[in-house]
């Protein structure tokens, strides 16, 4: 709004006056109005009831548009124009006739003005405070709706973080190597995991819910009868009474005649209310682990077998061998004491003494040949190489192009071992007419391949033969790599021979 001062006299400003005022001004000009009307029909003689009539109906008008104090002030208007019509002998002779008849006028005025203006007052009062209520119920609607408003956004934030609290939970679970099979109240499977899935060898859940026992014992599976009763009385007591159960062991042969083995877990699913509504069940497929550890039961029982041969073998070197040449020795002494010229027999035992040298070493060789220590991995594979090399056995085509002189002693005995391992396996079981042996270096890597022509083998799945089925010296070759965290790769097919590949880091062969 523009200041006062800043308003140019020339200009036309027409201000309203309020409502109040304005309903007042014409509440007072109606009575007056009236009362002009009233003093124009005595003065011209017009019959009286009917114009004091209309002065009490203006100021019933008057109180019931203006007000109280408009509605008092009107009737002392009405009240003075009786008073006025009284001196000069007007009006109806009830209003005006006498000084009773007077006053009863003047009441009636006020009476009027004063009961119908305090019932506008009222109204008034009324209507300014339901306009009141009307605003303050506006206000609390309007702040009602902008906290509905900012609630809602908060509950649609939540369930949109929850919506990815649980895909995230959803896709963990769905992508976690151990398998998760939820199960309801009346045992029937909710909902399983990839890795459960494969666990059992299904591609997905059937459409008809499936019972825990037709997902475990049906015919293309089968449970030893021990671990499938701990299991079936674990699941029991989750759903039961809320017991947890870890570490339970499952015996499972698949269709194809496959064990695998699995520890479970059992817990169960609680409400808010605490009402147990299902059960959930974690698998973890220990079967690698399993079969490993029988693998190396195995591989101790080998060790120790070969061990045992082994001193067999160096106790007949022994026995027949060394003790033969010594008995002969000790007995051409004997007839060397009884007759010292004899120049044959103390050649004879000379002889004798050189072959038992030989015999010595040579076992001494078989134990641990001396020329790996002395030499190195290449001299020590050439020796060993050149002695395999007989009438009718295979042929042997050796190549180093391996830098061998920083590896460790560890690291020479492995690959000498694997070597000869390999070397072994072809000649007694490949009946290979060739083997090539080549040492090479890829990077920071020590590499060594045994390739040879014979019959070879069927591999299994994986592409790694079995240990069970082609004996412990593939088992014994893959130990050795991993010892120096390296890895053996054995691939082989009927009628093509064999490739025994083994690579494993200098950093720690060094």
């Known amino acids: ?34 009362i002009a009307v009233v003093e124009t029909g005595r003065r011209a003689g017009v019959a009286v009831p009917v114009p004091f009539l209309m002065l009490y109906g203006s100021v019933a008008v008057a109180a019931g548009f203006a007000g109280l104090r408009i509605g008092v002030m009107c009737a002392t208007l009405a009240a003075g124009f009786v008073v006025y019509c009284a001196m000069h002998g007007f009006g109806p002779p009830s209003l005006t006739g006498g000084t009773q008849q007077v006053f009863l006028g003047i009441f009636l005025s006020y009476l009027v003005g004063v009961l119908l203006g305090r019932h506008h007052d009222k109204l008034l009062r009324l209507m300014k405070d339901l306009a009141n209520r009307d605003k303050e119920l506006t206000d609390m609607h309007d702040l009602l709706a902008q906290k509905v408003e900012r609630r809602t956004n908060q509950l649609v934030e939540l369930n949109v973080e929850l919506d990815n609290v649980r895909n995230r939970l959803d896709s963990a679970v769905q992508h976690s190597p151990a398998g998760v099979v939820i199960f309801g109240q009346d045992r029937k499977i909710v909902s399983a995991n990839n890795a459960a899935l494969r666990m059992f060898d299904l591609e997905s859940l059937p459409t008809e819910p499936m019972d825990a026992c037709e997902l475990f014992s049906r015919e293309r599976t089968e449970f030893s009868t021990s671990y499938g009763q701990q299991r079936t009385g674990a699941l029991s007591k989750a759903l039961k009474s809320g017991t947890v159960s870890d570490n339970v062991s499952v015996e499972v042969k698949l269709a194809d005649g496959k064990i695998r083995h699995l520890r479970c877990s059992f817990a169960p699913v609680v409400s808010d209310g605490g009402e147990i509504t299902g059960a959930t069940a974690v698998l973890l497929d220990e079967t690698s682990v399993v079969n490993y550890q029988h693998s190396l039961k195995r591989l101790s029982q080998r060790l120790m077998s070969v061990q045992e041969d082994e001193r067999a073998h160096i106790a007949r070197e022994l026995h027949d061998e060394i003790g033969q040449h010594l008995t002969g020795i000790k007995m051409l002494m004997h007839a060397v004491a009884t007759n010292p010229g004899d120049r044959g027999r103390i050649d004879m035992s000379v002889e004798k003494i050189d072959e038992l040298m030989q015999i ?151």
């Open 1 to 34: 709004m523009r200041p006062a001062a800043a308003i140019n006299k020339d200009e036309s400003v027409h201000v309203r006056p309020p409502r109040g005022m304005r309903h007042a001004i014409i509440a007072i000009l109606t009575v007056v109005g009236v």
């Open 360 to 510: 010595v070493r040579n076992l001494s060789l078989e134990l641990r040949p001396s020329v790996l220590d002395d030499l190195g991995l290449t001299a020590a594979l050439r020796w060993y190489l050149r002695k395999q090399r007989l009438p009718g056995s295979s042929k042997m085509h050796f190549s180093s192009q391996a830098a061998t002189a920083g590896l460790s002693p560890e690291a020479k005995t492995a690959a000498f071992r694997i070597i000869q391992e390999a070397v072994n396996n072809a000649m007694k079981h490949a009946g290979a007419a060739n083997i090539y042996i080549t040492l090479f270096n890829d990077g920071d890597d020590f590499c060594l391949e045994v390739e040879d022509d014979g019959r070879g083998f069927l591999q299994v799945k994986d592409k790694q033969p079995a240990a069970q089925d082609l004996g412990f010296g593939l088992l014994f070759m893959r130990e050795r790599a991993q010892e120096l965290s390296g890895e053996c790769l054995i691939s082989s097919n009927p009628e093509n021979g064999t490739l025994v590949s083994v690579k494993f880091p200098i950093a720690v062969a060094g």
